[in-house]
C-alpha cells in the first residue's frame, strides 16, 4: 500500500491552498511550484518548500509535466495533486509521474484519456446506457458539410471543443449564417487553450439546467456518488454560483442522476474524485453532458452539506485505501451556496481585470468558508484565471444559505480592482433565484448591464461622495504642520462654501460643503443633502446622523490630496471616487476616437485597416487574454485613421489600438 508522506500540488492559487489545508490536518508535508508572476503568491508561502519555474505563461510553466515531475522529485515528494484546470485532466502528465514512481492523486490515465475527450466520452455513455444529445464531429469538414451537418442535427446548436472546459471553445448558434464563423471561432481559441483544434456540434437545449453529480471511486470496485450540485448561473458558459442540493431535484430524480453517473464511472474504470455534469429541460429529462476527472471548483458545496472532506478522499484513494463507509452512507444535511468571486467587469461584457487587490476583507461570518488564492496587495495577472475567491454559505435551509452569502459579499471590503460582487449580491436577491428557478438562460434574460451595477445606487454615491469629501479634508487637517487643533475645513468667513470634484466611474460628483461645530451642510451636484451630524471623523472612518438615523462608513484613501482614491463603504454599498484635480494637464490627452486596450493581451485578428469606414459596434480586432477572446468594437461610426497594431502584438492596459475619425455624416 503506497504511504504518501509529502505532496507537490502541481497548481497555482486558491486550490493549492486548499489542497495544503488538509495535507496539513493529515500530517502531510507540501510542497508548491510558482512561476515568475506568482512569486509573492500566497501558495508559495504557505508550502513547507516552494520550487520556481522559470516563466510566466502557463505554457512555460505550469503545462510543462517535464517541469512538474521535475519539482517533485527535486523535493522528494511521493506524489503528484493536480488540482484542477491546467494539467489536471492530462493523461500524459499522469503517466509521467507514475514511470517516475509519483503517485498521481487522479484517475487512471486511461479513465482521462476516455473522458478528455468529450467526443469519445459521449460514445462511451451512450454505449452504458447513459442518456446523451446528438452530435457530429466538424473538425475536418470543409464548409458544406458542416452547414448540411448542422442541417441534419437541427438548430439551435452548440459549437463545442472536445477537449476544451471553462467555457473556452464554446460558441451558440442559432441563426445558420453565424455557423461557420463559430466553428473557426471555436477552433482558435481550443487550439490556443488547449493545443487541441478539435470541435463538434450538438444539439443545444435551450435554456437547460446544469446539474451535476459528484462521484468517487477506490481501487476496490467501489463507486459511490455525493448527490447533486446546481450549477445554472453562468456566464460565457462559466459557472459562477453553484448550490447543493439542487432545488430542482426531488429524491426520485436524485436517485436517477446518482444511478447514471455511477454508472459512467463505472465505465470507464474510474478511480478517484470526479464529477458527471448533466443538462435538465424543464420536463426533467437529462443528458450527459461531460465528466470532469478531478476534483470540481465547486466541491465545497458537496463537502457542506454532507461534512466530508473530497481533498482527503482523495489522498485516501491514492494510497490504495477502500472508501470508507462515511461514503456510501452519506446524506444531505442543510444547504450550501457557492458564489465565485471573479476580478471583471460585468458592465464591460465581463472584462477581466488586472493589478493590485489593495483591500481585500470578507470578514468572518459564522457558516461561510472563503476559499482564496489572494490576500490584500496580491496582484491579479494577466497570464492566468481572474478568480479572486470562492465565499460559500451553509446553513439548515436553502433560504437562509442564500441571505447568508449574499450579507458576506455585499459587507465585503474589496478595492483596487472592479470585481462581479455587485452582481452576484443581485443575482441572489432576484426573485427567480430564490423560487429555484434558475437555468443557464439567466444572464440572458436578465443582462449584466443591469444586475451588474453598483449597489450603491445615486442616493447612496452621492452621500458617499460627502463621506469621502470628509474624510479628504480630515486627513489634510490632520497632517498639517501647524494649527493641528483647528476643526476640519473650518474657516473664519463662511460666505462661500468649499468645494471638491469627484470621478466615480462615468458619473462625477461636485461637493459644495460647509463645516459647521460638528454638522455638515452639502451641495451635491444639482441635489441638497439634509444637514448631516458628525458623530465621529477620521480619514477612515465617518459616523454620520440624519433624523435619528445614524450610518457607519469605512474609508480607505490613497494618493495625495490633488487626485487622490478615495473608496467608501456601508450599509448601501461600496463606491470608489478619485479626485478630479484642479488643473488638467494637456500632456496626458489622447487622440478622439482611439480605441485602447482595456487590459492587457495578445492582438489575436486584426480586422480592419486605415481607410475603412465602420459603423458604431463594429468589430476591429480580436485581443486575447486570460485564455480568452475579446473583441474590440468601435465607439462611433468612422473612418479609420490609424491602426497601431497587428496580429499577435504584445499590448498593454489602456494603449492605443486604432484611432477612428468620427463621420457625422
Given at each position: 500500500m503506497p504511504s504518501i508522506s509529502m505532496v507537490l500540488v502541481a497548481n497555482r492559487g486558491e486550490i493549492a491552498r486548499r489542497i495544503f489545508r488538509t495535507c496539513r490536518d493529515m500530517g502531510i508535508s507540501t510542497a508548491a511550484v510558482y512561476s515568475d508572476a506568482d512569486v509573492d503568491a500566497r501558495h508559495v508561502a504557505e508550502a513547507d518548500v516552494a520550487v520556481r519555474l522559470p516563466g510566466v505563461s502557463p505554457a512555460e510553466t505550469y503545462l510543462r509535466p517535464d517541469l512538474l515531475v521535475d519539482a517533485a522529485l527535486k523535493v522528494n515528494a511521493d506524489a503528484v495533486h493536480p488540482g484542477y484546470g491546467f494539467l489536471s485532466e492530462n493523461a500524459g502528465f499522469a503517466r509521467l509521474c507514475a514511470e517516475n514512481g509519483l503517485t498521481f492523486v487522479g484517475p487512471p490515465p486511461e479513465a482521462i484519456e476516455a473522458m478528455g475527450s468529450k467526443l469519445a466520452a459521449k460514445a462511451i455513455m451512450a454505449g452504458a446506457g447513459v442518456p446523451t444529445?446528438?452530435?457530429?464531429?466538424?473538425?475536418?469538414?470543409?464548409?458544406?458539410?458542416?452547414?448540411?451537418?448542422?442541417?441534419?442535427?437541427g438548430?439551435?446548436?452548440?459549437?463545442?471543443?472536445?477537449?476544451?472546459g471553462g467555457g473556452r471553445g464554446m460558441r451558440t448558434v442559432l441563426d445558420p449564417g453565424d455557423l461557420l464563423e463559430a466553428v473557426a471561432a471555436a477552433k482558435?481559441?481550443?487550439?490556443?487553450?488547449?493545443?487541441d483544434a478539435t470541435v463538434f456540434l450538438e444539439r443545444l437545449v435551450v435554456s437547460p439546467r446544469h446539474v451535476e453529480v459528484q462521484v468517487l471511486a477506490d481501487t476496490y470496485g467501489g463507486v459511490a456518488h455525493l448527490f447533486e450540485r446546481e450549477c445554472s448561473i453562468q456566464r460565457r458558459y462559466q459557472k459562477i454560483i453553484e448550490e447543493s442540493p439542487s432545488p430542482a431535484v426531488d429524491e426520485d430524480l436524485r436517485q436517477r442522476l446518482g444511478r447514471d453517473a455511477v454508472a459512467a464511472a463505472k465505465a470507464v474504470g474510474y478511480?478517484?474524485?470526479?464529477?458527471?455534469?448533466?443538462?435538465?429541460?424543464?420536463?426533467?429529462?437529462?443528458?450527459?453532458?461531460?465528466?470532469?476527472?478531478?476534483?470540481?471548483?465547486?466541491?465545497?458545496?458537496?463537502?457542506?452539506?454532507?461534512?466530508?472532506?473530497?481533498?482527503?478522499?482523495?489522498?485516501?484513494?491514492?494510497?490504495?485505501e477502500p472508501l470508507p463507509a462515511e461514503v456510501s452512507n452519506a446524506v444531505i444535511t442543510g444547504h450550501a451556496v457557492e458564489a465565485r468571486l471573479y476580478a471583471e467587469d460585468p458592465l464591460q461584457q465581463f472584462l477581466p481585470q488586472t493589478g493590485t487587490l489593495d483591500t481585500f476583507d470578507l470578514g468572518q461570518v459564522p457558516g461561510v468558508r472563503i476559499d482564496s488564492g489572494v490576500e490584500a496587495g496580491s496582484s491579479i495577472s494577466q497570464y492566468y484565471d481572474p478568480m479572486v475567491a470562492k465565499v460559500i454559505a451553509w446553513a439548515p435551509d436553502r433560504q437562509e444559505a442564500i441571505r447568508k452569502l449574499s450579507a458576506a459579499l455585499a459587507n465585503a471590503r474589496i478595492h483596487g480592482l472592479v470585481t462581479n460582487r455587485d452582481l452576484l449580491v443581485r443575482i441572489?436577491?432576484?426573485?427567480?433565484?430564490?423560487?429555484?428557478?434558475?437555468?443557464?438562460g439567466f444572464l440572458t434574460r436578465h443582462p449584466p448591464i443591469e444586475l451588474g451595477r453598483p449597489l450603491a445606487g445615486p442616493d447612496a454615491q452621492r452621500l458617499h461622495a460627502v463621506v469621502a469629501t470628509l474624510a479628504l479634508v480630515e486627513r489634510k487637517r490632520a497632517a498639517a504642520s501647524v494649527q493641528r487643533t483647528v476643526p476640519a475645513g473650518w474657516r473664519n468667513n463662511r460666505s462661500q462654501p468649499?468645494?471638491?470634484?469627484?470621478?466615480?466611474?462615468?458619473?462625477?460628483?461636485?461637493?459644495?460643503?460647509?463645516?459647521?461645530?460638528?454638522?455638515?451642510?452639502?451641495?451635491?451636484?444639482?441635489?441638497?443633502?439634509?444637514?448631516?451630524?458628525?458623530?465621529?471623523?477620521?480619514?477612515?472612518?465617518v459616523?454620520?446622523?440624519?433624523?435619528?438615523l445614524r450610518e457607519t462608513f469605512q474609508v480607505e484613501i490613497s494618493g495625495d490630496w490633488d487626485s487622490p482614491t478615495v473608496h467608501?463603504?456601508?450599509?448601501?454599498?461600496?463606491?470608489?471616487?478619485?479626485?478630479?484635480?484642479?488643473?488638467?494637464?494637456t500632456a496626458s490627452a489622447t487622440a478622439g476616437g482611439s480605441l485602447m486596450a482595456p487590459m492587457p493581451g495578445t492582438v489575436a485578428r486584426v480586422l480592419v485597416a486605415i481607410g475603412d469606414e465602420v459603423a458604431a459596434g463594429e468589430p476591429l480586432l480580436v485581443l486575447e487574454a486570460m485564455k480568452m477572446e475579446h473583441t474590440m468594437t468601435s465607439p462611433h461610426r468612422g473612418v479609420v485613421r490609424e491602426v497601431t497594431v497587428e496580429q499577435g502584438s504584445a499590448v498593454r492596459d489602456g494603449e492605443v489600438l486604432v484611432v477612428i475619425d468620427e463621420n457625422e455624416n
Open positions: 444529445l446528438p452530435w457530429a464531429d466538424v473538425t475536418d469538414l470543409d464548409t458544406n458539410t458542416v452547414r448540411e451537418t448542422a442541417e441534419d442535427l438548430y439551435p446548436l452548440l459549437v463545442k471543443a472536445s477537449s476544451g482558435r481559441e481550443a487550439a490556443a487553450a488547449f493545443s478511480v478517484g474524485a470526479g464529477t458527471v455534469e448533466f443538462v435538465m429541460d424543464g420536463q426533467g429529462n437529462y443528458y450527459f453532458l461531460e465528466m470532469n476527472t478531478r476534483l470540481q471548483v465547486e466541491h465545497p458545496v458537496t463537502e457542506l452539506v454532507t461534512g466530508l472532506d473530497l481533498v482527503r478522499l482523495q489522498l485516501m484513494v491514492a494510497q490504495d441572489l436577491a432576484h426573485p427567480e433565484f430564490v423560487a429555484g428557478h434558475t437555468d443557464t468649499q468645494t471638491i470634484s469627484f470621478e466615480a466611474g462615468e458619473a462625477q460628483y461636485r461637493v459644495a460643503y460647509v463645516l459647521d461645530h460638528g454638522t455638515v451642510r452639502a451641495h451635491v451636484n444639482d441635489d441638497d443633502l439634509p444637514e448631516l451630524a458628525i458623530r465621529a471623523l477620521t480619514p477612515q472612518r459616523v454620520l446622523e440624519v433624523d435619528g467608501v463603504d456601508g450599509r448601501l454599498g461600496h463606491t470608489s471616487f478619485r479626485r478630479v484635480p484642479r488643473f488638467t494637464s
